[in-house]
């Protein structure tokens, strides 16, 4: 599968690029198109921010990875091969910005609560909201990024395997572990009921002389 390579005649309106799929937008920018670009960032930068905010767990770091991602995107558009979806291609080069600026960090401040990464559940407490960004912020990198993807901005495990560069099944592992060391970290875990041993037998009635 390969991007449109078809040029695009002249500048077209923003009601045309709205309606062009994700490939077509990028193609029209490798064309020259002036206008392209900016449709396909006000179409996804809500979403790459998300991924942005979840990965970094700091404000500063998410927009400036944002930003990187974006302006890379931009200049490397004629890279993108078309044997993924668009989204999968953005989401690369956002998680790529995003290690990138965690291996530079500066000391994080708290996030605003009404920035914090919030549960698929909009009524979560704030509390339950801290609870999981710390819990997230403690595991690993790889299972941090599955989770991330797959759990909170729901990626298929293919899409988050294209992402990350990994296998399918590394995929599958990195979510089943970080989802175990979640349920650990925030109290989760079924604790099983008190052996109480077998129940005794009842006395046989004793028969009658």
Do not use: Y
């Amino acid at each position: 599968m390969t991007p449109p390579s078809h040029p695009v005649p002249g500048r077209l309106g923003p009601e045309e690029l709205a309606s062009l799929p994700d490939a077509e937008l990028l193609a029209a920018h490798c064309a020259g198109d002036p206008e392209a670009f900016g449709e396909l960032f006000r179409r996804h930068r809500d979403r790459m921010w998300a991924v942005a905010l979840r990965t970094t767990s700091d404000r500063e770091l998410a927009a400036d990875a944002v930003q990187d991602a974006f302006i890379s995107a931009f200049r490397r558009a004629d890279s993108f091969r078309g044997d993924a979806a668009v989204t999968t291609w953005l989401h690369r080069i956002v998680v790529n910005a995003c290690l990138d600026r965690l291996r530079r960090r500066r000391p994080t401040s708290e996030l605003p609560e009404h920035d914090l990464p919030d549960s698929r559940d909009e009524h979560a407490s704030v509390e339950t909201r801290l609870d999981v960004r710390k819990a997230l912020e403690q595991l690993p990198e790889g299972q941090r990024l599955a989770l991330v993807l797959v759990d909170m901005q729901g990626l298929s495990v293919a899409e988050a395997a294209a992402v990350l560069d990994v296998a399918e099944g590394t995929i599958k592992s990195r979510c089943a572990r970080g989802r175990a060391a979640m349920a650990e970290l925030l109290g989760l875990k079924r604790t099983p009921p008190p052996a109480t041993g077998p129940p005794r037998a009842r006395p046989e009635p004793s028969a009658s002389p």
